[in-house]
Nanobody, 126 residues
Framework: QVQLVESGGGSVQAGGSLRLSCAGS????????????LAWFRQAPGKEREGVAG???????TYADAVKGRFTISKDSDKSILYLQMNNLKPEDTAMYYC????????????????WGKGTLVTIPS
């Protein structure tokens, strides 16, 4: 069973930065991190879970329009860690952020996801 543990959340002022990390563990986790689509999702109170950023097994990345130019997704497959660098944070970025793995080529929608972490909370006061 794949386990994903997020860290790095917190409360920062608008304009600040945070770096989220997601550590994976399981038999063959390095292969999973190198082969499958990895993603960050977020869910704000009262809203649906939405895709923030994704990185394909061979490296191409995708971003939601709301975070393009501010967030950067990356991974270290050898260490089985997924990152999300978040800069110029805004109050509307406040949400629980989830690490996710899709055992397929796409991971932009919740329905694509096979494995979820439990989340880390990001709060940007207005």
């Amino acid at each position: 069973q794949v386990q994903l543990v997020e860290s790095g959340g917190g409360s920062v002022q608008a304009g600040g930065s945070l770096r989220l990390s997601c550590a994976g563990s399981a038999n063959g986790i390095a292969y999973i991190f190198s082969r499958y689509c990895l993603a960050w999702f977020r869910q704000a109170p009262g809203k649906e879970r939405e895709g923030v950023a994704g990185i394909a097994g061979d490296g191409p990345t995708t971003y939601a329009d709301a975070v393009k130019g501010r967030f950067t997704i990356s991974k270290d497959s050898d260490k089985s860690i997924l990152y999300l660098q978040m800069n110029n944070l805004k109050p509307e970025d406040t949400a629980m952020y989830y690490c996710a793995i899709a055992r397929r080529d796409r991971c932009s929608a919740p329905g694509d996801i096979t494995y979820w972490g439990k989340g880390t909370l990001v709060t940007i006061p207005s």
